[in-house]
């Protein structure tokens, strides 16, 4: 047997025994990085037996059977008509989800932030001096009158 075989065969043994009685799951943002992880590195090759014909499903490994397959498609092939009609053959179509979405989700994920956007933000300098001067009339305003401005002159009140 060979050592891809045997890999696939106890992945596949993983897979059918799950996780131990009483053991939750336990989804955090770790476990989606590392499951985002499998699924980008999940060889294509583990659906396929050594004379390359496409494996039984349950001969598949989870993370295969877990939504990395989103369409199957087989169908068979016949030759002859009426009485003389046999099958001959099977096409197999296997549509794949979009690995590089994968890559792009491992990218966003808060660890990696491989993707981080930098916002500028222009003309915060002159707000916060705008905010800082009217802070100061509205304190100025209590000593100076309810209105919190200044005379017409643009002194501080009578002398």
Same mark, same amino acid.
């Given at each position: 047997?060979?050592?891809?075989?045997?890999?696939?065969?106890?992945?596949?043994?993983?897979? =059918?025994?799950?996780?131990?009685? #009483?053991?939750?799951? /336990? &989804?955090?943002?770790?476990?989606? !990085?590392? $499951? @985002?992880?499998?699924?980008?590195?999940?060889?294509?090759?583990?659906?396929?037996?050594?004379?390359?014909?496409?494996?039984?499903?349950?001969?598949?490994?989870?993370?295969?059977?877990?939504?990395?397959?989103?369409?199957?498609?087989?169908?068979?092939?016949?030759?002859?008509?009426? =009485?003389?009609?046999?099958?001959? #053959?099977?096409?197999? /179509? &296997?549509?794949?989800?979009?690995? !590089?979405? $994968? @890559?792009?989700?491992?990218?966003?994920?808060?660890?990696?932030?491989?993707?981080?956007?930098?916002?500028?933000?222009?003309?915060?300098?002159?707000?916060?001096?705008?905010?800082?001067?009217?802070?100061?009339?509205?304190?100025?305003?209590?000593?100076?009158?309810?209105?919190?401005?200044?005379?017409?002159?643009?002194?501080?009140?009578?002398?």
């Amino acid at each position: 047997m060979s050592e891809r075989t045997a890999r696939r065969r106890r992945l596949v043994e993983e897979d =059918r025994a799950g996780p131990d009685e #009483g053991e939750q799951m /336990k &989804v955090d943002a770790d476990w989606l !990085l590392t $499951r @985002l992880a499998a699924e980008a590195e999940a060889d294509i090759a583990d659906l396929y037996d050594e004379a390359g014909d496409l494996l039984p499903i349950r001969q598949w490994p989870a993370i295969w059977r877990q939504g990395l397959v989103t369409d199957l498609e087989i169908s068979a092939l016949y030759e002859g008509t009426g =009485r003389e009609r046999r099958e001959i #053959g099977h096409v197999k /179509k &296997v549509k794949f989800a979009e690995r !590089l979405r $994968r @890559l792009e989700l491992i990218g966003k994920h808060i660890r990696i932030n491989a993707f981080k956007e930098i916002v500028e933000h222009k003309g915060l300098t002159a707000l916060a001096e705008r905010l800082e001067r009217a802070q100061r009339r509205s304190r100025a305003g209590g000593e100076h009158g309810a209105d919190g401005e200044h005379g017409a002159d643009g002194g501080a009140g009578p002398a």
